[in-house]
T-cell receptor, first 107, second 115 residues
């Protein structure tokens, strides 16, 4: 079975940094995706980690530890437009999603 | 940038009716998927399709559901005898394991409302 856990909600101020943690227990694992989803819209790709370590893409970074079944998404220099749900998904050809973390950015 | 296209964007149907949701995956992708998201809940895997057959399906994907690739471009999800609890956003996705990030791309979704 698949078990993906992430916090339900996080709030931060504009310009700050927020770290969203994700733990996973899956029967098969090829890598870990992070998606952003605005209400009523499709998930949009943010990052994909296959190997342990940190992947940096501009304001967004993602980390993976396969031995610990742990990942995080780091959002830096938060902007109001970053208010959204962030989805952690374990990849085993199909995607198994967590319930999502709603991030609210306040001025 | 290549896109996955889904039609219709919204569908309202009466309970017990059949619906067909349509998807045009990215042309050189070989793996196709359907996911659904009930309002306020997580995205759930329904089925994956490769080489003209189902490669994996979830417990949700029972006899009420079927998928088909009727031609070289379309990929459809049929829901027979719809129930109120089938109301959800249905997302199609396609992927290519030979590319970075598996080329995983989602369509914009079909919002299905069963009344």
């Amino acid at each position: 079975g698949q078990n993906i856990d992430q916090p339900t909600e996080m709030t931060a101020t504009e310009g700050a940094i927020v770290q969203i943690n994700c733990t996973y227990q899956t029967s098969g694992f090829n890598g870990l995706f992070w998606y952003q989803q605005h209400a009523g819209e499709a998930p949009t790709f943010l990052s994909y980690n296959v190997l342990d370590g940190l992947e940096e893409k501009g304001r967004f970074s993602s980390f993976l530890s396969r031995s610990k079944g742990y990942s995080y998404l780091l959002l830096k220099e938060l902007q109001m437009k970053d208010s959204a749900s962030y989805l952690c998904a374990a990849h085993d050809y199909k995607l198994s999603f967590g319930a999502g973390t709603t991030v609210t950015v306040r001025a | 940038e290549p896109e996955v296209t889904q039609t219709p964007s919204h569908q309202v149907t009466q309970m017990g009716q059949e619906v067909i949701l349509r998807c045009v995956p990215i042309s050189n992708h070989l793996y196709f998927y359907w996911y659904r998201q009930i309002l306020g809940q997580k995205v759930e895997f329904l089925v994956s399709f490769y080489n003209n057959e189902i490669s994996e399906k979830s417990e949700i994907f029972d006899d009420q559901f079927s998928v088909e690739r009727p031609d070289g471009s379309n990929f459809t999800l049929k829901i027979r005898s719809t129930k109120l609890e089938d109301s959800a956003m249905y997302f199609c996705a396609s992927g290519d394991p030979t590319t970075d990030n598996y080329g995983y791309t989602f369509g914009s979704g079909t919002r299905l409302t069963v009344v």
